[in-house]
């Protein structure tokens, strides 16, 4: 089975989708790995970054919602729901707006903590080196769904005032599902996103480093235009000459190396 990463924080604009994305692809076009990203944010910016279009095939909210109401989550369901993005390289299930009336279903079902790791199964989902999480920005059913089916927690963090406000209560939650329900959880590492050259950036920076220590990656993604080019062009940061793709497959690195 793939090691599972989720990419969480509550707060929105924090990169979370475009760090999903990018490390993705870095993972697999750089170091040759095979990558599945599950979007189970009813925005769906990870599946518009990788060029999903509505086709007529399952996407998240059928998978839930078919868990949610009895019925039976066998591989040739699941694999239906499962595309491919050329230009990253990558498998993908895509979300869309209709996932955010699954919480109602998901608050009254059997089980309804589990309902993702019953998704990614490794009956469901074979041959995979790595499954990425990009998650919603709110403390809700399908984020405990998100840490209950992972293994690492990933958490970037935009490097601006009030940017560390909201962690304490993810990290009560995360320390919830740890102890009661996926005692293999463990944090992979808190990313610091949209790093400049302000005061407020470096200090932000710092107030992490002091509060996290060797859990902050030594890798940090710069604030830049880039991210924006690269979301609207769908072409991955590493397959760009840019700061940003170096700083993308540095952070493939580091996350291998503590895998």
């Not at 990463?5 to 040759?32: D, E, H, P, R, W």
């Not at 970054?49 to 909210?61: A, I, Q, V």
């Not at 694999?79 to 608050?107: F, G, K, Q, W």
């Amino acid at each position: 089975m793939g090691i599972i990463i989720a990419i969480s924080n509550q707060k929105g604009g924090v990169g979370k989708s475009t760090s999903a994305f990018n490390l993705g692809a870095c993972l697999a076009l750089k170091q040759g790995k095979r990558v599945l990203l599950a979007d189970i944010d009813p925005q769906a910016n990870l599946s518009e970054y990788l060029g999903y279009e509505p086709d007529g095939l399952p996407t998240m909210t059928q998978l839930v919602m078919t868990a949610c109401t009895g019925g039976q989550l066998t591989p040739d369901i699941v694999r239906t729901a499962i595309r491919h993005c050329e230009s990253a390289d990558v498998d993908y299930i895509p979300a869309d707006i209709n996932l955010a009336n699954s919480e109602t279903l998901m608050s009254t079902a059997l089980s309804r903590e589990t309902i993702l790791r019953r998704i990614l199964s490794e009956e469901n989902v074979k041959g995979y080196d790595f499954i990425i999480i990009d998650c919603l920005p709110s403390l809700s059913t399908l984020l405990i769904n998100a840490l209950t089916a992972a293994d690492k927690v990933l958490i970037p963090v935009q490097t601006q005032k009030f940017s560390l406000d909201g962690l304490q209560a993810l990290d009560n939650l995360y320390q919830q599902i740890k102890g009661a329900i996926n005692p293999k959880l463990s944090m992979l590492g808190v990313l610091p996103t949209m790093v400049d050259r302000t005061k407020v950036s470096r200090e932000s920076l710092a107030e992490l480093n002091e509060k996290y220590g060797e859990m902050v990656f030594e890798t940090s993604i710069s604030k830049s235009v880039e991210a924006a080019k690269s979301s609207v062009s769908r072409v991955p940061l590493c397959m760009t000459d840019s700061k940003l793709g170096t700083e993308y497959e540095r952070l493939a690195m580091e996350v291998l190396e503590r895998c």
